[in-house]
């Protein structure tokens, strides 16, 4: 079992960053791919980002490609999204999920653990 807890989620202004924190817990994950999705109210959880166990491959959902950054650090059993350039569309809550997958994957059905979230308010 693999428990993962995000943070640094919060309330910011359009245009500023913020740098969420997902700390795995349990089995190892060095071994596992992470990824990064979000959901806002209404609307279906999506993809925003994913590596692989190494950190070597990235992905990146096409509305945050430039704006935000995955890395982790196995050492910590850590991943983190740098998220700059916010604008209120991206307001959601984030969630960061692990899968025995090697590969970075942006299909959530290959995830099997995931996090509770942590919420992201950008306001105009």
């Known amino acids: 079992q693999v428990q993962l807890v995000e943070s640094g989620g919060g309330l910011v202004q359009a245009g500023g960053s913020l740098r969420l924190s997902c700390a795995a817990s349990g089995r190892a994950v060095s071994g596992d791919a992470m990824g990064w999705f979000r959901q806002a109210p209404g609307k279906e959880r999506e993809f925003v980002a994913a590596?692989?166990?190494?950190?070597?491959?990235?992905f990146y959902a096409d509305f945050v490609k430039g704006r935000f950054t995955i890395s982790r650090d196995n050492a910590k059993s850590t991943v983190y999204l740098q998220m700059n350039s916010l604008t209120p569309e991206d307001t959601a809550a984030y969630y960061c999920?692990?899968?025995?997958?090697?590969?970075?994957?942006?299909?959530?059905?290959?995830?099997?653990?995931w996090g509770q979230g942590t919420q992201v308010t950008v306001s105009s």
């Open positions: 999920a692990a899968t025995p997958d090697t590969i970075a994957t942006i299909d959530p059905v290959r995830y099997d653990f």
């Open positions: 590596i692989s166990w190494s950190g070597a491959g990235t």
